[in-house]
């Protein structure tokens, strides 16, 4: 079966530094999240991922407003979490 679920996430494109440099932070970035994040390096691409994600039924309409205040929510959050962390890293 699919597992169903809503996302997300922190996409880094080309550098596994600034992924190290975050998860380096790990246990204080997923404390202010308020959730453990999949960490996930993706050794085989340049790319790698940051991710926290919710079970959910995107077929049943009655759940949508429920859904739209977690990623709003979740989005918020990682803005406040990572956009600071990501600046200090490129000074």
């Not at 996409?11 to 996930?40: C, D, N, Q, V």
């Not at 085989?44 to 079970?55: D, G, Y």
Request: charged share 40%.
């Amino acid at each position: 079966t699919i597992e169903e679920q809503i996302g997300c996430e922190i996409y880094i494109r080309h550098s596994k530094e600034l992924f190290h440099a975050l998860e380096a932070k790990k246990e204080a970035i997923e404390k202010e999240i308020g959730a453990p994040l999949e960490w996930m390096e993706l050794h085989e691409k340049q790319a790698s991922r940051i991710k926290l994600s919710s079970p959910s039924d995107v077929t049943k309409r009655e759940t949508w407003d429920d859904l739209s205040a977690w990623l709003v929510r979740t989005d918020e959050k990682f803005d406040r979490v990572f956009r600071r962390r990501i600046q200090e890293y490129a000074r």
